[in-house]
């Protein structure tokens, strides 16, 4: 039987338990008591990790751990226990704990690196920037629990890639199919604003994606300027052939790409589904219905 949450602060943030543990709350889709942040294997819907997943505390491990990750699986466990940038690790664990939004105050918060969300395999990658404070860091999933993700989840279900048009929760149902959504910085940032060392330390988890994705990626739709950045330059690690002079990020842009062994993968471009574009109608779902078309 699961312990009964524990009371509750004037802010909605969980007081310490009486003998002294952390606080819990329920996950909204299973119930299951969890502490925030969530540990590695408790059950949290979607973990890939456990408790004994090897964690990457410096830039150097990243590189390590991104080389060493076999399949997607092993990929994501790591990404979800990394913790090689310390102002990252500090605001998402305090975004968990004390920092959380009023009306998500009786739930817990993932407060780890969010993995990517998809099968592997899939023949289309989408690349964002990073995770949303009181959104994947919640729910441990990509662009799930808030208006980001209701845009992307809506029109990819349009576009036949998503089963469900809404993405409340990680464990609500929704999968995706021929389809991976992925980011290049894994942890929420301070204003969303991650720092250039950070998207560095960051980005090997990016290159190994690409390297599993490789063998049958189609196409990569690149969500905002950064997502479009981080994707050539990191393709060009990689060794594919990318057009000179760089291409430009535009709302439905197109840039063909060439892997070493001479497959032809497109990279699109879109403007960020964030409430900056979508209430200001730069972005409207006919613009992202339109270039999901093309993928």
């Given at each position: 039987?699961?312990?009964?949450?524990?009371?509750?602060?004037?802010?909605?943030?969980?007081?310490?338990?009486?003998?002294?543990?952390?606080?819990?709350?329920?996950?909204?889709?299973?119930?299951?008591?969890?502490?925030?942040?969530?540990?590695?294997?408790?059950?949290?819907?979607?973990?890939?990790?456990?408790?004994?997943?090897?964690?990457?505390?410096?830039?150097?491990?990243?590189?390590?751990?991104?080389r060493a990750a076999?399949?997607?699986?092993?990929?994501d466990a790591a990404?979800?226990?990394?913790?090689?940038?310390?102002?990252?690790?500090?605001?998402?664990?305090?975004?968990?704990?004390?920092?959380?939004?009023?009306?998500?105050?009786?739930?817990?918060?993932?407060?780890?690196?969010?993995?990517?969300?998809?099968?592997?395999?899939?023949?289309?990658?989408?690349?964002?920037?990073?995770?949303?404070?009181?959104?994947?860091?919640?729910?441990?999933?990509?662009?799930?629990?808030?208006?980001?993700?209701?845009?992307?989840?809506?029109?990819?279900?349009?576009?036949?890639?998503?089963?469900?048009?809404?993405?409340?929760?990680?464990?609500?149902?929704?999968?995706?199919?021929?389809?991976?959504?992925?980011?290049?910085?894994?942890?929420?940032?301070?204003?969303?604003?991650?720092?250039?060392?950070?998207?560095?330390?960051?980005?090997?988890?990016?290159?190994?994606?690409?390297?599993?994705?490789?063998?049958?990626?189609?196409?990569?739709?690149?969500?905002?300027?950064?997502?479009?950045?981080?994707?050539?330059?990191?393709?060009?690690?990689?060794?594919?052939?990318?057009?000179?002079?760089?291409?430009?990020?535009?709302?439905?842009?197109?840039?063909?790409?060439?892997?070493?062994?001479?497959?032809?993968?497109?990279?699109?471009?879109?403007?960020?589904v964030s409430q900056?574009?979508?209430?200001?109608?730069?972005?409207?779902?006919?613009?992202?219905?339109?270039?999901?078309?093309?993928?």
């Amino acid at each position: 039987m699961s312990p009964a949450p524990h009371p509750r602060s004037p802010s909605g943030v969980p007081r310490r338990a009486p003998e002294g543990g952390p606080g819990t709350d329920p996950h909204p889709i299973t119930g299951q008591e969890f502490p925030s942040p969530v540990p590695p294997g408790t059950g949290w819907p979607g973990d890939p990790a456990g408790p004994q997943t090897p964690v990457a505390r410096t830039p150097a491990q990243v590189v390590r751990l991104a080389r060493a990750a076999g399949s997607v699986r092993d990929l994501d466990a790591a990404i979800t226990v990394c913790r090689a940038c310390p102002r990252l690790v500090q605001w998402r664990e305090t975004v968990a704990t004390t920092g959380r939004r009023a009306s998500f105050a009786d739930q817990p918060y993932w407060g780890r690196p969010a993995a990517g969300f998809g099968p592997a395999g899939a023949p289309v990658l989408v690349v964002g920037l990073a995770p949303a404070a009181n959104g994947a860091n919640r729910t441990g999933r990509m662009f799930t629990g808030d208006r980001s993700g209701d845009w992307i989840y809506a029109a990819l279900h349009r576009g036949g890639y998503a089963t469900r048009a809404t993405s409340e929760h990680a464990g609500d149902g929704l999968e995706l199919q021929g389809i991976r959504i992925v980011s290049a910085v894994r942890c929420a940032p301070p204003q969303n604003k991650p720092t250039t060392v950070e998207k560095a330390t960051c980005a090997p988890w990016l290159h190994r994606e690409l390297e599993l994705a490789a063998p049958v990626l189609r196409s990569i739709l690149a969500l905002g300027s950064i997502g479009w950045d981080a994707t050539l330059r990191t393709v060009r690690e990689m060794g594919w052939t990318v057009p000179r002079p760089k291409p430009r990020f535009g709302h439905g842009a197109q840039a063909g790409l060439l892997t070493p062994d001479g497959r032809a993968v497109r990279l699109v471009g879109s403007y960020h589904v964030s409430q900056q574009n979508t209430f200001t109608g730069k972005l409207t779902e006919q613009m992202l219905d339109a270039v999901i078309a093309v993928l």
